[in-house]
């Protein structure tokens, strides 16, 4: 934790050596209001989308929980992971509550890695889809054809992950703690081959909630005057979505930042304006974390 704060405040510090950050924050301050309100409609409806895709998995491996349960465990694990290492604080306190509360520990792990390796997929698949609409060229569709057969493949590919690492581990260190959580975790992710048709339904939400938030960004880039094309953003945005999910800063703010800022240079851009871009992203993901607040401090009060 003290590694992540030390390079989010080292980021931070670089990028205030090089940006107005005066400027920034009057950016933030003067967004168009309706598009800051369209983009806060957007964040529950990509919210709503991942809860329905994590119980579609759920529900596939018949795990124990209500549908009420699993929205709050989700939504209070969402907000709990803010304070964590961006991208996998929130799945592991989702985890480790699903462990607690419903399941064992291997089929919970499993559930929040399938929805999350789902996830990562869509990412690379609205990235290709970026290259489609920004650099359109004939001749280049057996070349992306077989990026995302590649992609799919290698994806595919961790579901048949516990037999080849039952060929990796040699049996006699199959009894020893690690060697056994890994294979029961690998096990149960295997056990969703049997579920293609869920996976498929599970990756075309995740596919949505991609296309939610490079909507998201692009509006929020109208609010702040950017004149970036849509087309753009689809291009960009993947790429810096994913490094939001890289465990390297706290709660997106640092590395993600300064790759956006990168990444709009091209289009002319001011770094101040893509800065706050960047920051408004940040912040309006944080919204959409305030009803799991509510309901954690609810727990907390019940629990009193």
């Known amino acids: 934790m003290i590694?992540?704060?030390?390079?989010t405040a080292v980021i931070l510090a670089i990028l205030a050596m090089g940006i107005d950050m005066r400027e920034s924050a009057r950016a933030i301050a003067q967004i168009d209001l309706p598009y800051l309100a369209a983009v806060l409609a957007l964040v529950l409806v990509d919210r709503a989308v991942?809860?329905?895709?994590?119980?579609?998995?759920?529900?596939a491996r018949r795990i124990a929980i209500?549908?009420?349960?699993?929205?709050?465990?989700?939504?209070?694990?969402?907000?709990v992971g803010s304070f964590l290492p961006a991208g996998i604080g929130g799945d592991a306190a989702r985890a480790y509550g699903l462990s607690r509360d419903a399941t064992t520990g291997?089929?919970?792990?499993?559930?929040v890695?399938?929805?999350r390796l789902l996830g990562v997929l869509s990412l690379v698949?609205?990235?290709?889809?970026?290259?489609?609409?920004?650099?359109?060229?004939?001749?280049?569709?057996?070349?992306?054809?077989?990026?995302?057969?590649?992609?799919?493949?290698?994806?595919g590919a961790v579901f048949w992950a516990n037999q080849l690492l039952r060929w990796i581990i040699p049996d006699h260190r199959h009894g020893n703690f690690f060697s056994r959580r890994l294979l029961k975790v690998a096990e149960a992710v295997g056990r969703y081959r049997s579920h293609r048709g869920v996976l498929l339904h599970v990756m075309g939400w995740s596919i949505a909630v991609q296309v939610l938030r490079v909507t998201q960004a692009y509006l929020l880039g109208l609010g702040l005057g950017m004149t970036v094309p849509y087309a753009y953003f689809l291009l960009f945005m993947?790429?810096?979505?994913?490094?939001?999910?890289?465990?390297?800063?706290?709660?997106?703010?640092?590395v993600p930042q300064g790759v956006i800022v990168w990444l709009l240079r091209p289009m002319g851009v001011p770094d101040a304006q893509s800065f706050a871009l960047s920051t408004l992203?940040?912040?309006?993901?944080?919204?959409?974390?305030?009803?799991?607040?509510?309901?954690?401090?609810?727990?907390r009060r019940e629990i009193l």
């Open 238 to 254: 993947p790429l810096g979505l994913l490094m939001l999910l890289l465990p390297i800063s706290i709660s997106g703010f640092g």
């Open 106 to 111: 291997s089929d919970a792990v499993a559930s």
């Open 125 to 155: 698949v609205m990235a290709i889809v970026g290259v489609i609409a920004w650099t359109p060229s004939r001749g280049q569709e057996w070349r992306i054809a077989g990026a995302i057969m590649a992609v799919t493949l290698a994806s």
């Open 50 to 59: 991942m809860i329905l895709r994590w119980i579609l998995l759920l529900r």
């Open 66 to 79: 209500t549908t009420g349960d699993a929205i709050k465990l989700f939504l209070i694990s969402s907000f």
């Open 281 to 299: 992203i940040v912040l309006t993901g944080l919204a959409g974390n305030l009803a799991g607040l509510w309901l954690w401090l609810r727990q």
């Open 113 to 115: 890695a399938v929805d």
């Open 3 to 7: 590694v992540r704060l030390a390079i």
